[in-house]
């Protein structure tokens, strides 16, 4: 059974940088499309970004050129490096794992990092 943890959130003033982490007990995370979502306070949930298992990551329009998704295989560990954070990007945040196409959805989820971002 595959787990995932995420950490790194926190406390962080408007126009920081925060650097969330996205590891996994199991298999390896490197075989697998990992995302990036967030449900702010009374929000739906937001895709925020992804990186397949090769080629490049893609965004949401919200976090394009501010949000940076990698990976470090050795780790087991995917990153999502936040900068000039803004207050709108407080929410819980979580990873997920192993897009199934039929289902529209990923097999393995997190149980979130909270990220909160003052003025």
């Known amino acids: 059974q595959e787990h995932l943890v995420e950490s790194g959130g926190g406390l962080m003033e408007s126009g920081g940088s925060l650097r969330l982490s996205c590891t996994a007990s199991g298999r390896t995370l490197s075989s697998y499309t990992v995302a990036w979502f967030r449900r702010a306070p009374g929000k739906e949930r937001e895709f925020v970004g992804r990186i397949p298992p090769i080629g490049t990551p893609d965004y949401a329009d919200s976090v394009k050129g501010r949000f940076t998704i990698s990976r470090e295989n050795a780790k087991n560990t995917v990153f999502l490096q936040m900068n000039s954070l803004k207050p709108e990007d407080t929410a819980l945040y979580y990873c997920?794992?192993?897009?199934?196409?039929?289902?529209?959805?990923?097999?393995?989820w997190g149980q979130g990092t909270e990220v909160t971002v003052t003025t």
């Open positions: 997920a794992a192993a897009y199934v196409p039929q289902r529209s959805t990923y097999l393995y």
